[in-house]
């Protein structure tokens, strides 16, 4: 039985039993054609004026999962997922790190950064980026000042973080998609049941408390857009990536080798193994185990919208009821993603409720976070979409607004924590 590891303790110095590695340690204080259907601003909530963005959902539903967070904030955490996909080692699929070789390093590098911080030392240096900087940075300054617990867990990397984290046993990095053998199916299963025991205790222990789940898999949108299709979702054009236009045909013809290869699997834990990536099935265990009676905010775009389907799917192959896992999951973003031309979240998300039949919309908001006038130019580049999402930043800078932290001090402390940022 692979069990969800307990989390008693608060702030950076929470960690989970049985690490191994030596990591124990305490933590210290342009191919693609723009997609079928342009996106529609998304709608403001009637949260304030830096309160998020609608994306997908009802507005009503929204602003009462809103309301719950924020009751539910006191206890929350971060739970960061780190994974790794050789599909990041593809020429021309990700901007997660300027090389593939610096790939390898992006979930450690970022996991580093959310616990240490920008000034202190870290033993894996941030990869360098065709513009921009890491939207770890980004959640960091939110967790600093929310005080949020952080949670790391290995659900199989390449290079391991330097901080406390947990893991799942046997845990491995995914093969390219483009193989149709991303991971053993035992593998899957064996992260599923780490969510689902995960969320299960997290829903017993602190009933009501919010909990964000964040993801850090360098080429993992392209992993979500083919377990969409997969799923029978047609988000041909509308998957978002890292890279500034994201490599739509370039991720078509993986997924299709991909899916030839693998004999086209309906089973969703059997299609992860053929093509998706290890922090899915965790992520989609967390939803299914939380039950609907907490709220959880799955903090990312494209990616979450994949793992949120893909357990809507689980749900239903058991006999268990979506209605409440529905009503009490958002997805959180930033409104770089919700706006981008090149892809288009709220229509993925409908075609995920139309033809996955859903008893209703999900939901999925966007942070109105604007850092156009930042001092550093790396901030600066997110609104010229060189950066977009990524470790969390868009669903921790929503939970802030929820807190009561404004966009343009949120922004202030962003450029205050460049200042200080180590390489």
């Known amino acids: 039985m692979v069990k969800a590891c307990p989390w008693e303790g608060g702030g950076t110095d929470s960690r989970f039993p049985g690490n191994d590695d030596g990591n124990d340690r305490k933590s210290p204080e342009i191919e693609s054609p723009p997609s079928a259907m342009a996106a529609s601003p998304p709608e403001a909530l009637s949260l304030g004026p830096d309160g998020p963005l609608l994306v997908c959902g009802d507005a009503a539903v929204a602003v009462s999962w809103c309301n719950q967070a924020r009751q539910g904030l006191g206890h929350g955490a971060f ?59 980004i959640s960091w300054v939110v967790l600093e000042q929310l005080r949020l617990t952080r949670l790391l867990v290995n659900a199989g990397v390449e290079v391991v973080p330097a901080v406390a984290h947990g893991h799942v046993p046997g845990r491995q990095p995914a093969a390219c998609l483009s193989t149709g053998r991303a991971l053993p199916l035992e593998q899957v299963r064996d992260l599923l049941r780490w969510g689902e025991d995960f969320g299960r205790n997290w829903s017993l222990r602190r009933p ?28 041909a054009g509308l998957v978002s990536g890292s890279l500034r236009q994201p490599p739509h045909q370039l991720r078509q013809q993986l997924i299709a080798q991909g899916l030839q290869r693998a004999g086209h699997p309906s089973a969703a834990l059997e299609l992860v193994a053929a093509v998706g990536d290890p922090m899915q099935p965790l992520v989609a265990g967390v939803i299914l185990g939380c039950a609907g009676a907490a709220p959880v905010l799955l903090a990312g775009g ?73 001092a550093h130019q790396a901030l600066r580049d997110y609104e010229a979409g060189h950066v977009k999402e990524g470790v969390g930043a868009g669903g921790l800078a929503i939970v802030a607004s929820l807190a009561g932290l404004s966009n343009p001090r949120l922004a202030c402390l962003c450029d205050q924590a460049m200042d200080r940022l180590r390489p």
């Open 79 to 137: 739970l960061l997922v780190l994974a790794a996909t050789a599909t990041a080692a593809v020429p021309g699929i990700s901007a997660a790190g300027s090389t593939p070789e610096s790939r390898r390093f992006t979930a450690a590098a970022d996991g580093e950064l959310v616990v240490l911080g920008p000034a202190a030392p870290r033993l894996h240096a941030l990869p360098p980026l065709p513009a921009g900087v890491s939207p770890a940075l």
């Open 208 to 235: 009501g408390t919010l909990l964000v789940v964040g993801e850090c898999v360098a080429g993992g949108t392209s992993t979500a857009a083919a377990i969409l299709q997969g799923l029978g979702v047609d988000g």
């Open 302 to 374: 494209s990616q979450m919208a994949a793992v949120l389907a893909m357990a809507m799917v689980l749900a239903r192959a058991r006999g268990q009821d979506m209605a409440p896992l529905l009503h009490a999951t958002a997805v959180g973003t930033t409104r770089w993603v919700a706006q981008e031309p090149g892809s288009n979240l709220a229509l993925l998300l409908e075609r995920v409720h139309g033809q996955l039949q859903l008893p209703q919309a999900p939901l999925a908001m966007a942070s109105s976070l604007n850092v156009s006038s930042c």
